[in-house]
């Protein structure tokens, strides 16, 4: 008679969960909201006592700038968070090293947004506040989400 044997999951494998869903929602929320008063506050230090816009590219016409909306910074700030998040579950579905390969992933995303503004027409005093807010944003989001990990799912 021979005796088979099934193979046994352990607790490290790919498809296990090691990020507790809710410390994830709560980390989303953190980060996002981190960066968008971080944002605003750069937003609204630089348009309130200099009395200057952010202007930007227009979307339609080339050429013409149109003043950076508050609406803008907000958007900018939370769908990020919301995205990274998704990013994080997937890579803690099927990675057995889900925060590391997110802090890479995210430095390297983080780098490559620094780049839209410096390829844009822009005056340096709109460029430098625009990369400090894509910092900001990077920067904020990365740590909630990476920090979230220190919460095993039992």
Known sequence: MTATTT?????????????????L?????????IALALNLLIFFVVQGPFGSALLIPGPT?????TPLAAGMVIAASIVPAIGAAFLLM????FTSRPIR???LTALVVGLLSLGGPLALPLSWAVRLPLEAMHVCTAAAITLCLSRSGSAKVA
Do not use: K
């Open 61 to 65: 016409q080339a050429g013409t700038e």
């Open 90 to 93: 997937l890579l803690d579905r």
């Open 101 to 103: 390969i997110f802090q």
């Open 25 to 33: 929602a709560i980390a989303t929320f953190a980060g996002g909201f």
């Open 7 to 23: 193979p046994v999951l352990s607790s490290t494998a790919p498809s296990t969960l090691r990020i507790a869903p809710s410390r």
